[in-house]
């Protein structure tokens, strides 16, 4: 009977593994910068509650959901709180659910004219085009071959 043996050739390293959710981004516009847009501004400002459904609709929930947030009857808007939080999870946005929950108690309205123009940004990404690189090449006649229309000697 033979006996095997196994040779180690490397040392035991320790495994590292990376966070896969890091935080990376900010808001594309501070919580206070609502005259940045200003038809979400005058949206928001004019009519919030079709402001904060249009925002819920387009971010891909019920657009009746904000209208929970008057009918809680207490000091948290959860909508509003769930609706920013669930932004920032998708978009990789940092901040904590304390921030968050401030930030729907103290400035509701200025929340969701935040998330609208978040939202916006996202539906209408910044593309950057180089205009095409065009280049003169000079023309080279040879013997016999026509000039090209407009070139005469």
């Not at 928001?44 to 971010?59: A, E, H, I, N, V």
């Amino acid at each position: 009977m033979a006996v095997q043996h196994t040779v180690v050739v490397a040392q035991p390293t320790m495994a590292t593994s990376w966070p896969q959710n890091l935080k990376t981004n900010q808001w594309s516009s501070g919580i206070c910068d609502c005259c940045d847009d200003m038809g979400i501004c005058c949206h928001g400002f004019w009519s919030p509650w079709t402001l904060s459904c249009t925002t819920t609709s387009d971010f891909g929930e019920c657009c009746c959901l904000p209208l929970l947030d008057c009918c809680g009857g207490g000091i948290i808007p959860p909508v509003a709180l769930a609706m920013r939080t669930a932004m920032r999870e998708r978009y990789n946005i940092q901040g904590t659910m304390f921030n968050d929950c401030c930030a729907a108690v103290f400035c509701t309205w200025c929340v969701w004219c935040q998330m609208a123009r978040e939202l916006k940004r996202h539906r209408n990404p910044v593309v950057l085009a180089a205009a095409p690189l065009l280049a003169t090449v000079p023309y080279s006649s040879y013997p016999g071959q026509p000039l090209p229309p407009g070139q005469y000697p």
